[in-house]
């Protein structure tokens, strides 16, 4: 199973893995939330399993 997180600015993040989805949820950080920080098992928390063939 793959994760998607949405972000309240309309981005849909995802990853193959818990550690891909973290690794992107922080480079949308960076670039348009740079005040934003959150710790690996809060964004993991917010993720929503989706099946691979979703993936884009």
């Known amino acids: 199973m793959a994760l998607r ?3 309240p600015c309309g981005a ?4 193959r893995t ?3 989805l ?3 949820v922080r480079l949308h950080l960076e670039a348009d ?4 920080q959150y710790q690996d098992d ?3 928390s917010m993720a929503v399993p989706i099946p691979d ?3 884009p």
């Open 42 to 44: 809060e964004i993991l």
């Open 33 to 36: 939330h740079a005040s934003r």
């Open 22 to 24: 973290v690794t992107e």
């Open 5 to 7: 997180l949405s972000c």
């Open 53 to 55: 063939r979703l993936l």
């Open 12 to 15: 849909r993040l995802f990853g």
């Open 18 to 20: 818990g550690d891909d």
